[in-house]
């Protein structure tokens, strides 16, 4: 029996929204937000495949290992190797431990899942600041037993959601970026706060060696009425995604190089930018 072209379109709409999908929503979150699957934060997926090994010795031995495995591919990276070698270690981040960008509003959402979380010091900083109490990470599934596992200069905090979510506003009004993190896929294990000290953000998008972060399932835009030029916009945008234009005194948001995480709209003070969907954007669907 042959398809009625209102099938046919409907088909090809449903395919191209499939397209336009990030693909951790299709692998891990049946077409919904992966990020929102209560499945990707429990307590049986931690107890599985030594989740709860991995991410201990990933933050206990981060500041030691990193520094030699950035030696390492500095050396590959002027070579022509690096080509070859980006699609394996980006497979192998998608595999292991990868990150994406959440605004406040999804930030909200999983802490209706998760209740509270664990604030503990970032891992990169210390390797890039050598501040070894930059607290801006957060467990979000930190069980008794794996923090009793984490070395003694982590001095955990436990915070309630409340707290959490008190303590990442005012990280939100600096202009940090929210990621969300698993410990050996899917399982969610930290809600990470980044900026340009972070390794993620180094990796990813100041060195261009290989996805690690990826972008947010939203995207912003100026509107132009509401726009006074300011500027302070651009001062917390942390991938030069925002221009300026000296004609009509106005900002605007380049679609295709925004990573949808909100820190420009944390700082505008005239809320003349607003989030979209990712996949309804021209230019920014599908671009993770």
Aim: glycine share 6%; proline share 3%.
């Amino acid at each position: 029996m042959s398809l009625g072209t209102k099938q046919v379109t409907a088909i090809l709409i449903e395919k191209n929204q499939e397209a336009r999908m990030c693909e951790f929503c299709t692998q891990h979150g049946e077409g919904e937000k992966w990020y929102l699957t209560m499945e990707n934060y429990s307590k049986d997926l931690l107890d599985q495949n030594k989740r709860r090994e991995y991410a201990a010795e990933f933050l206990n031995g981060f500041d030691k290992r990193v520094p030699k495995s950035i030696k390492q591919l500095d050396k590959v990276r002027k070579t022509p190797l690096m080509r070859l070698a980006k699609p394996v270690l980006t497979h192998m981040q998608k595999q292991d431990h990868y990150g994406q960008v959440v605004p406040m509003e999804d930030v909200e959402k999983i802490f209706d899942m998760v209740q509270g979380a664990v604030r503990l010091p970032c891992v990169c900083r210390r390797v890039t600041t050598g501040n070894m109490n930059a607290r801006y990470c957060y467990g979000l599934t930190m069980d008794q037993e794996l923090m009793d596992s984490l070395d003694d200069s982590f001095s955990l905090e436990t915070l309630s959601k409340e707290e959490a979510l008190d303590s990442i506003r005012k990280l939100d009004k600096e202009g940090l970026v929210h990621s969300v993190w698993t410990f050996k896929t899917p399982f969610i294990g930290g809600l990470c706060n980044c900026d340009q000290d972070c390794m993620a953000h180094r990796t990813t998008h100041a060195r261009k060696d290989y996805p690690v972060m990826f972008r947010a399932e939203w995207v912003a835009s100026v509107s132009m009425d509401s726009c006074n030029g300011c500027r302070l916009c651009m001062r917390q945008c942390q991938y030069g995604a925002i221009r300026y234009s000296s004609n009509n005194k106005k900002v605007m948001i380049d679609p295709t190089a925004c990573y949808g995480c909100g820190a420009c709209r944390a700082s505008c003070n005239k809320q003349a930018i607003t989030l979209s969907a990712r996949e309804l954007v021209t230019g920014a669907a599908g671009v993770y």
